[in-house]
């Protein structure tokens, strides 16, 4: 009688827990935008015969349930934080470090990927007759090594930057980043904790590189008046849902220059190289010139020369560097620009061409074969 007894109640339990997210799901607001996740979630289907008969709004119904349902922040959180306890990480192709720093999985070795796009640089180069500069940035797993768990597949950047070089060899001049971000006395300062992009003093160094590369002037780091935001959690935060440990400080390095930025997708031009606004917002980064715009160009009266820069997200920071030097700046993002980048360079005359990809961005870019 008892153990009928006991089973009875754990049926009401669980019956009364069912219906208690059950009404939480139909009483509480739903969002429209995980600021964790930083993501739309899923809206409401529209019942339709056509989709019924397919089976489409069954899964629709499915994704959008899942994505209100309620306490869903802390349940994909503690999914994600008892992946990690019971080292199973990597199940979202991020990792976290002994420092508690939340880094890429390491780019695939794809030597197939290596070879269209560096096919698709060559051919680049060639159809200008003229040679072309290539950066790729080194993955902060591979530079901060010492703070990465044990891994079964651990990271080669220096094994696919030679890759690449010697596929561009005679058509693009590679600038090493590795040897030089490896013997920083901080490399911790160059990259964030809760984001792949490198920090302000990362961008800083890459470009003052690329700038002695050319011959041209750098600014020193002290030439820089500096104000930094707290608070800041990049697309790695979000993706891992290792969410609770502390956030990144954005900073914002200016030079006291002049800057006018045009955006093709925007009416007007924007004075100076920081959209400020973007600060009080969940995602922080693009404060630098606004984030991915097709193309854009940064004019400053006091430079000198003109620089096409096609670019990934990587670049949105270090253009801030290199505008102080060039009176032109164009940015090209292959991902939205559907031009031809090699009747750009014959129309305008560029002085200085230079392709720059974060490494894992370029294993996995497919938009490079736009480049003619």
């Given at each position: 009688?008892?153990?009928?007894?006991?089973d009875?109640?754990?049926?009401?339990?669980?019956?009364?827990?069912?219906?208690?997210?059950?009404?939480?799901?139909?009483?509480?607001?739903?969002?429209?935008?995980?600021?964790?996740?930083?993501?739309?979630?899923?809206?409401?289907?529209?019942?339709?015969?056509?989709?019924?008969?397919?089976?489409?709004?069954?899964?629709?119904?499915?994704?959008?349930?899942?994505?209100?349902?309620?306490?869903?922040?802390?349940?994909?959180?503690?999914?994600?934080?008892?992946?990690?306890?019971?080292?199973?990480?990597?199940?979202?192709?991020?990792?976290?470090?002994?420092?508690?720093?939340?880094?890429?999985?390491?780019?695939?070795?794809?030597?197939?990927?290596?070879r269209?796009?560096?096919a698709?640089?060559?051919?680049?180069?060639?159809?200008?007759?003229?040679?072309?500069?290539?950066?790729l940035?080194?993955?902060?797993?591979?530079?901060?090594?010492?703070?990465?768990?044990?891994?079964?597949?651990?990271?080669?950047?220096?094994?696919?930057?030679?890759?690449?070089?010697?596929?561009?060899?005679?058509?693009?001049?590679?600038?090493?980043?590795?040897a030089?971000?490896?013997?920083?006395?901080?490399?911790?300062?160059l990259?964030?904790?809760?984001?792949?992009?490198?920090?302000?003093?990362?961008?800083?160094?890459?470009?003052?590189?690329?700038?002695?590369s050319?011959?041209?002037?750098?600014?020193?780091?002290?030439?820089?008046?500096?104000?930094?935001?707290?608070?800041?959690?990049?697309?790695?935060?979000?993706?891992?849902?290792?969410?609770?440990?502390?956030?990144?400080?954005?900073e914002?390095?200016?030079?006291?220059?002049?800057?006018?930025?045009?955006?093709?997708?925007?009416?007007?031009?924007?004075?100076?190289?920081?959209?400020?606004e973007?600060?009080?917002?969940?995602?922080?980064?693009?404060?630098?010139?606004d984030?991915?715009?097709?193309?854009?160009?940064?004019?400053?009266?006091r430079?000198?020369?003109?620089?096409?820069?096609?670019?990934?997200?990587?670049?949105?920071?270090?253009?801030?560097?290199?505008?102080?030097?060039?009176?032109?700046?164009?940015?090209?993002?292959?991902?939205?620009?559907r031009?031809?980048?090699?009747?750009?360079?014959?129309?305008?005359?560029?002085?200085?061409?230079?392709?720059?990809?974060?490494?894992?961005?370029?294993?996995?870019?497919?938009n490079?074969?736009?480049?003619?």
């Amino acid at each position: 009688m008892k153990e009928k007894t006991r089973d009875k109640w754990i049926c009401v339990l669980f019956c009364g827990v069912l219906g208690l997210v059950l009404l939480l799901f139909l009483l509480l607001p739903h969002r429209s935008f995980s600021e964790k996740e930083k993501r739309y979630l899923a809206k409401a289907p529209q019942l339709q015969s056509s989709s019924v008969l397919s089976g489409a709004f069954s899964r629709e119904v499915e994704t959008w349930a899942a994505d209100h349902l309620p306490g869903r922040d802390w349940l994909v959180g503690l999914n994600a934080w008892y992946d990690w306890a019971s080292g199973r990480q990597g199940s979202k192709d991020i990792y976290r470090g002994k420092s508690g720093r939340l880094y890429e999985a390491p780019a695939p070795a794809d030597q197939e990927q290596i070879r269209r796009n560096t096919a698709a640089i060559c051919a680049f180069a060639q159809s200008l007759d003229r040679s072309v500069d290539l950066m790729l940035v080194p993955s902060a797993g591979y530079v901060l090594q010492e703070d990465m768990p044990p891994l079964t597949d651990p990271y080669q950047d220096n094994l696919l930057l030679q890759a690449v070089e010697d596929s561009v060899e005679g058509f693009a001049e590679p600038l090493d980043l590795l040897a030089c971000f490896c013997s920083e006395a901080d490399p911790e300062a160059l990259y964030y904790g809760t984001d792949h992009h490198w920090t302000a003093r990362g961008a800083w160094l890459a470009a003052s590189r690329y700038l002695e590369s050319k011959g041209r002037q750098t600014l020193p780091s002290a030439a820089y008046q500096v104000t930094a935001t707290e608070g800041f959690y990049g697309t790695t935060y979000s993706r891992s849902a290792l969410w609770g440990g502390g956030g990144d400080r954005i900073e914002l390095w200016d030079s006291g220059g002049r800057f006018r930025v045009t955006n093709a997708e925007a009416s007007g031009d924007h004075q100076g190289l920081f959209y400020r606004e973007h600060l009080t917002e969940s995602d922080k980064y693009p404060v630098y010139l606004d984030g991915n715009h097709s193309l854009l160009r940064i004019h400053n009266e006091r430079g000198s020369g003109k620089l096409l820069l096609v670019r990934d997200s990587f670049a949105s920071c270090m253009a801030c560097f290199l505008a102080d030097s060039y009176e032109e700046l164009v940015l090209v993002d292959l991902r939205y620009y559907r031009g031809a980048v090699s009747q750009l360079v014959r129309d305008e005359g560029f002085d200085d061409l230079l392709i720059l990809y974060g490494l894992n961005n370029f294993m996995s870019d497919g938009n490079l074969i736009r480049l003619e």
